[in-house]
């Protein structure tokens, strides 16, 4: 039990930063706009200046603030936990925009669904921590673990922050 509660709150700064741009984001986009030779946009409207940034120091501060209460044993120190609040929340970001970039360059519509919008953030959050984490953590289980939840939260709380009146599709 101590275990998966270990990887909830390992998790906080991923799903913060994944979660709170639809509140935080708009204005203008990360890519200004530009279209690429295919006529496609790079990352298109779904994706802002705001929201990325909101969205990095969001899941920083919720992860900080889990560092400090909760030290994981992921971790060699609570400072590199700290680091790592920062880099997950900035993976999470970084994945979700190479998400957008992927769904864009397959002809998918911002806004739209794509089968990789629910683990794109996921990886690229897991692959940059890489440096700052014990290797314990990508025991295949834990992994199974993080992919399953993600799998069942994602869409759960696009379809609340739906009916919430934040978002205009439920996906
Ligand atoms: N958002 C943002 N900036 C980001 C990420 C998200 O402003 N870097 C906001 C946008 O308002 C976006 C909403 O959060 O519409 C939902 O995010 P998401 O589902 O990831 O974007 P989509 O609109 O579905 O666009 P895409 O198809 O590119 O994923
Ligand atoms: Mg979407």
């Given at each position: 039990?101590?275990?998966?509660?270990?990887?909830?709150?390992?998790?906080?700064?991923?799903?913060?930063?994944?979660?709170?741009?639809?509140?935080?984001?708009?204005?203008?986009?990360l890519?200004?706009?530009?279209?690429?030779?295919?006529?496609?946009?790079?990352l298109?409207?779904?994706k802002?200046?705001?929201?990325?940034?909101?969205?990095?120091?969001?899941?920083?501060?919720?992860?900080?603030?889990?560092?400090?209460?909760?030290?994981?044993?992921?971790?060699?120190?609570?400072?590199?936990?700290?680091?790592?609040?920062?880099?997950?929340?900035?993976?999470?970001?970084?994945?979700?925009?190479?998400?957008?970039?992927?769904?864009?360059?397959?002809?998918?519509?911002?806004?739209?669904?794509?089968?990789?919008?629910?683990?794109?953030?996921?990886?690229?959050?897991?692959?940059?921590?890489?440096?700052?984490?014990?290797?314990?953590?990508?025991?295949?289980?834990?992994?199974?673990?993080?992919?399953?939840?993600?799998?069942?939260?994602?869409?759960?709380?696009?379809?609340?922050?739906?009916?919430?009146?934040?978002?205009?599709?439920?996906?």
């Amino acid at each position: 039990m101590d275990q998966l509660l270990d990887l909830l709150i390992f998790l906080i700064p991923i799903y913060v930063a994944n979660s709170s741009p639809v509140v935080l984001g708009g204005g203008m986009p990360l890519d200004f706009g530009l279209k690429l030779p295919d006529g496609k946009r790079l990352l298109g409207d779904g994706k802002t200046i705001r929201g990325f940034i909101g969205g990095t120091l969001a899941g920083t501060v919720a992860g900080g603030i889990a560092a400090m209460i909760y030290p994981l044993p992921f971790f060699a120190t609570p400072t590199l936990q700290f680091y790592a609040a920062f880099v997950l929340a900035f993976g999470t970001l970084l994945g979700d925009a190479t998400g957008s970039f992927i769904k864009r360059r397959f002809g998918v519509g911002s806004g739209k669904p794509f089968f990789l919008d629910t683990i794109t953030f996921l990886i690229v959050a897991l692959l940059l921590v890489y440096p700052l984490v014990s290797l314990s953590l990508y025991d295949p289980l834990n992994l199974a673990f993080f992919v399953v939840l993600t799998l069942i939260i994602h869409p759960l709380t696009n379809f609340l922050a739906n009916r919430a009146g934040l978002k205009n599709v439920p996906w």
